[in-house]
């Protein structure tokens, strides 16, 4: 199964708007404040309207089967090049004409996928499809239509029938039911998906707002008071929750996975792990979860302003029946800072930051550099030799939690240097006199290592407090903050960037990511998207240095350590077998694909490739002796306290006891002791 993360920046599938002067109003506000603020403002022309239309109708119509050729043709000779001098001059009807043209093509699409629902279609006349990994060119003709999603439907239906068993002789067997149920079940979520991109009050004018703003860089946002809420959310370990989450199953339903028995699913007394969610409403909207997008879903869900919603949920197929729940203020697990012990013998700590959360409100001690501090207490009551930081896949946060925790590392001096929009230079110094913890230190990071957490390690790797361990991280180095673009009505944001900042050495991994001292594979680093990725992204450059600091431990110490390790792992056969298998992916994700026949011998054979590869990666284990991980004894006590703690806290140590990357962390620091 698939864990379901609902967790996105209200993405939306739909659109229609009204008013053309207020597009026009807080384009003029969000443009007025990216001139002023914004660490490289851009002029807005020709280039903005290329940005912005062509980002738009990508999105709009990814796979080129909503607009005609001539719709599209007409749409770009009126606005490709315009946008920019329409919103200058306070002109938006473009966006009313985009999406009146938009819901044309919704409709008339919803019209042949009803057609085509109620016939049969021809699985023997010959015909291949092909997938492309960019967009392509605006090809579709009126008279092309129905043929065009003909081909289309007929694939998704090969493919799914290709999913029901590993015996292509028994799925030829029973063809004829399978492609019934299939076919059936198909078009109707896809006729149920077009009717709500069709009903949903969502605005085009949020996605014209987000693509003007990311012209100038890719973290630069808009925000309603909505979408603003969630990020806030998404930075504290604590916020409103149902008390659960959720997983697909065999059939591609979304249930209920797992159920907090301290959370209000739990107190309802009727949801059970199992139970098929149907549908949600927040009371305004009803999403039928069969047919709505994972972003919608997430979004209703995760909505800090939905503080109730009922589900419409099914039990064992049976009747349907509806649950309200009122959300609470509950602990993120997956978002809060745990620790364990390593070895018996030669204890070595381990601590886990997913994100740099911080407490947004100031009343608590409930940050993330507080919590490792309380880890790094309890871990050094048990006498640990050395401390592995793990900041895989943290993609960062609160840049004030970072400079903190980047502190109680580093004795004294600075951590960074800042430069704003009218470069103006300040150095960040360390806010703390001394560490709060002196032995060897290891940094795990890999290419989702970002922004807060590339800031942290980057300062550990400066001043030669820790060796970096993994791989290339994600390349942001630029900081960002939330203004109000109309601080009288309160309502609409813009999530800005106002900063670079810069390495004491004067460096810069912004573009380029912090290279760690040891690189080994990670899954899927071919395809993991980088800040490079982003045509917008500001480049890399650097400062004269300035700053004086004074190093922890000798560079050549590092290096030392950093070579026996590189050498140790050359014949490892975890991370021999990575690279292979990231070869395959690589040749799966990023190899232009060759035309296939839409057959089910075909379809059910690339089906065949792409799950063996799935479960290669998924069954992938080390087989080194598995480590010995276990509890401090603080927590230990505390679990005694909190039992409801013990199932999550055990999955944490199984999936530790054969980690790699810990693995070599732990041999690094026991090779820096035995040095000594």
């Known amino acids: 199964m698939k864990k379901i993360l609902l967790f996105f920046l209200m993405t939306t599938n739909a659109l229609f708007s009204q008013n053309s002067a207020t597009t026009c109003e807080i384009l003029y506000k969000i443009n007025r404040l990216i001139q002023k603020e914004h660490i490289k403002p851009k002029p807005v022309d020709d280039s903005l309207s290329i940005f912005v239309f062509d980002n738009l109708i990508n999105e709009l119509d990814p796979s080129r089967n909503i607009f005609f050729k ?15 001098d329409m919103i200058m001059e306070g002109d938006c009807n473009f966006a009313d004409d985009i999406s ?11 019209a042949v996928l009803e057609k085509i629902q109620a016939e049969t279609i021809d699985y023997t006349k010959k015909d291949t499809i092909r997938f492309y990994k960019k967009s392509f060119p605006f090809y579709l003709k009126k008279e092309d239509l129905e043929k065009v999603w003909l081909k289309k439907l007929r694939y998704q239906i090969l493919d799914d029938i290709a999913e029901t068993s590993d015996n292509l002789d028994s799925i030829k067997a029973n063809f004829k039911s399978i492609e019934l149920a299939s076919r059936a079940t198909i078009l109707t979520n896809e006729i149920c998906r077009f009717n709500t991109l069709l009903e949903t009050n969502t605005k085009l004018e949020e996605r014209i707002y987000n693509f003007f703003c990311t012209y100038f860089d890719p973290h630069t946002a808009y925000f309603s008071d909505d979408s603003k809420s969630s990020f806030v959310a998404s930075l504290s370990k604590e916020h409103l929750s149902l008390g659960m989450t959720v997983n697909l199953n065999e059939k591609n339903e979304i249930i209920i996975d797992e159920i907090d028995p301290n959370g209000p699913a739990f107190k309802t007394g009727q949801i059970k792990k199992g139970d098929q969610i149907v ?6 909207d009803t999403l039928q979860v069969s047919c709505a997008s994972l972003e919608s879903i997430s979004t209703m869900i995760l909505s800090e302003s939905n503080k109730s919603i009922t589900l419409t949920l099914k039990r064992n197929s049976g009747k349907s029946f509806d649950v309200y729940i009122e959300k609470q203020v509950m602990k993120d697990e997956e978002n809060s800072v745990f620790s364990f012990i390593v070895g018996k013998e030669s204890k070595i700590g381990y601590i886990k930051i997913p994100s740099f959360y911080a407490d947004l409100d100031g009343n608590s001690r409930k940050g993330c550099a507080d919590d490792v501090a309380r880890e790094v207490i309890k871990l050094d009551r048990d006498n640990i030799k050395g401390l592995v930081i793990d900041l895989i896949d943290n ?22 240097i800042v430069i704003d929009n009218k470069q103006g230079t300040s150095v960040i110094n360390d806010p703390y006199r001394g560490m709060i913890y002196k032995g060897p230190i290891v940094v795990l990071v890999n290419s989702n290592t970002a922004s807060a957490s590339e800031f942290f390690s980057s300062i550990l790797q400066d001043y030669n407090r820790a060796l970096i361990l993994g791989s290339t991280t994600l390349g942001k180095a630029t900081m960002q903050t939330i203004l109000s673009l109309d601080e009288e009505k309160n309502t609409d944001f813009l999530k800005i960037t106002i900063n670079k900042f810069y390495r004491v050495t004067g460096k810069s991994h912004q573009y380029i990511g912090v290279k760690p001292d ?8 071919g395809v993991y998207q980088k800040e490079s990725d982003f045509p917008t992204a500001i480049k890399n450059d650097s400062i004269q240095p300035f700053l004086k600091y004074k190093p922890f431990v000798k560079r050549p110490l590092i290096d030392k350590l950093a070579q026996n390790s590189t050498t140790r792992l050359a014949d490892n056969y975890f991370f021999n077998d990575v690279k292979k298998i990231n070869l395959k992916i690589d040749q799966l994700v990023n190899t232009p694909k060759s035309e296939i026949p839409m057959t089910i011998d075909a379809v059910f054979n690339q089906k065949k490739l792409v799950n063996s590869l799935w479960k290669e990666i998924n069954t992938f284990n080390d087989e080194n002796n598995p480590l010995d991980v276990y509890n401090s004894t603080v927590n230990q006590f505390l679990l005694g306290v909190y039992p409801t703690e013990k199932t999550i806290n055990q999955y944490q140590i199984d999936n530790l006891k054969t980690n790699p990357y810990l693995n070599e962390a732990v041999n690094i620091i026991t090779e820096f002791n035995a040095s000594k």
């Not at 549908?279 to 305004?284: A, D, L, Q, R, V």
């Open 100 to 110: 009146n043209k938009y819901k044309d093509g919704l409709l008339r699409t919803k």
């Open 70 to 84: 001539n719709e599209y043709d007409e749409l770009a000779k009126k606005y490709r090049v315009s946008l920019d």
């Open 395 to 416: 993609g960062g946060g609160s840049m004030e939690e970072a400079i903190k925790l980047a502190g109680m590392f580093v004795d004294y001096g600075p951590l960074s």
């Open 518 to 525: 040891v690189i080994v594979p990670e899954f899927y680093e």
């Open 279 to 284: 549908s949600i409403t927040n009371h305004k």
